[in-house]
Structures are given as C-alpha cells and as structure tokens.
C-alpha cells in the first residue's frame, strides 16, 4: 500500500473522529448553555423573591402605632386589687360651658315646696347642685327650666356660690315669701369653680340683678 493510500486513510479516520466528537459534544454544550439560561432565569426569580421578601413588613413597621387602651394598662395587681373595672371604664369628656357667659345661666321662679333634690358638690369646691327634681313638687309640675347638674349660684337676689349645703339650702328654707327665685349655672362645677371661675361681682350684675 502506498504512502498516499494510507495518509488519505488516517486524514479520513481523523476528521470521522471529529465529526463524532462534535457530534457528542453539541448535546453537551446545548445543554450547558439551557442550564446557563435556566441558572440566570432561576437566579432572576431568586433575587425578586429576595428583593420583595427584604422589606416584607416594612410598610407595618412604619405604620401609625397603635395608642393603647385603658384595658391595656390593667395590670394583674390592678384585678387582684379589684380596681380594674374603674380603670376600663369609659371616661367622660365634658363639653366647656363658659361660667362668665350670661347665656349659661338659669332664673326660675319657684313655689314652695319645690320638690329638688340637692347634693353637695365634689372635690371641695362647695356648692350645691340639682341631683332630681320630685315629681310632687313645683320644679317638676311647673315644667320649670331645671335640668340635673344645674348649679345653685343664688336664691332671691343672694349669691350663694361655694357655700356649703346647710348653708345654701338654709338660703332657700328661710325665705320668707312662698315664691323664690333661684338662679342655676347650666355647667360642671370645674368651670364654675376652676380656671374660669366668674367673679362675684359679675354674677351680681349680670346674673342675679
């Protein structure tokens, strides 16, 4: 055999060789370069999953906290003391009534018996206030502008405010006539008594005169 014959033979069994290489390796490298792109594609899914779950609950982190309750601030010594029910109750809010204001205030002219009821206010201020009105009595029967709360300023022209109960009370049993006149604060007695506490000198000008 000459050297031709067995040189074309070897180039012929070399690029045979080739070609089944590439053969093997084209399934190789499509596949790698899927996994490559599946890699990229699952790493883009990762990073937004990381992206969205990195500030999961910031939104409520930032959000306006909550005030708490009075029910929050109950403590288990407060329930053995038994003073958790005063401390989960309602607080009332009051509206301000202006006591240097005229408009706030109440004549009515009454007949004896009137038929009130009477208690001493709270907190030391002194002072009465109108707790019921009897249905018996003239304050009820007359229809008289008189409401619960009403505070006693004066009795016939007398300013009787900050006194005490004998003693505003007594303003009213004394009166000689059967008619008397009472004048009422329309208000808490922490307006009446506190900060915006009036004068006497205006209640007797400008309330009792």
Same mark, same amino acid.
């Given at each position: ?19 089944? *290489? ?5 399934? +190789? ?12 594609? =699952? ?9 969205? @779950? #990195? ?7 930032? +959000? ?6 009075? *029910?929050?601030?109950? !403590?288990?010594? /407060? ?9 989960? +109750? ?33 907190? @030391? ?7 019921? #009105? #009897?249905?018996?009595?003239? =304050? *009820?029967?007359?229809? *008289? ?10 009795? /016939?022209?007398?300013?009787? #405010? @900050? ?7 007594? =303003? ?23 900060? !915006? ?13």
């Amino acid at each position: 055999e000459s050297s031709w014959t067995r040189s074309h033979t070897s180039t012929m069994q070399a690029s045979r060789f080739l070609f089944a *290489a590439a053969l093997l390796a084209a399934p +190789a490298a499509a596949f790698h370069a899927s996994s490559a792109r599946v890699s990229r594609a =699952a790493l883009r899914i990762t990073s937004s999953n990381v992206r969205a @779950g #990195l500030f999961d609950g910031v939104k409520d982190a930032f +959000a306006k906290p909550t005030a708490p309750t009075d *029910a929050d601030r109950i !403590t288990p010594i /407060d329930r053995w003391l038994g003073i958790d029910k005063d401390l989960s +109750a309602p607080k009332v809010v009051k509206t301000f009534v202006d006591p240097q204001d005229a408009a706030n205030y109440r004549q009515v002219k009454l007949t004896k018996p009137m038929g009130i009821k009477f208690l001493e206010n709270e907190g @030391g201020s002194g002072g009465i206030v109108v707790d019921a #009105l #009897l249905p018996d009595g003239s =304050a *009820a029967t007359s229809g *008289a502008d008189i409401k619960g709360g009403d505070q006693l300023v004066g009795v /016939d022209g007398k300013l009787v #405010l @900050g006194q005490e109960f004998e003693e505003a009370l007594g =303003a009213i049993q004394d009166s000689e006539s059967s008619d008397v006149t009472l004048a009422f604060f329309r208000g808490s007695n922490e307006f009446l008594y506190g900060p !915006t506490k009036p004068s006497e000198e205006w209640l007797r000008s400008e309330v009792l005169a």
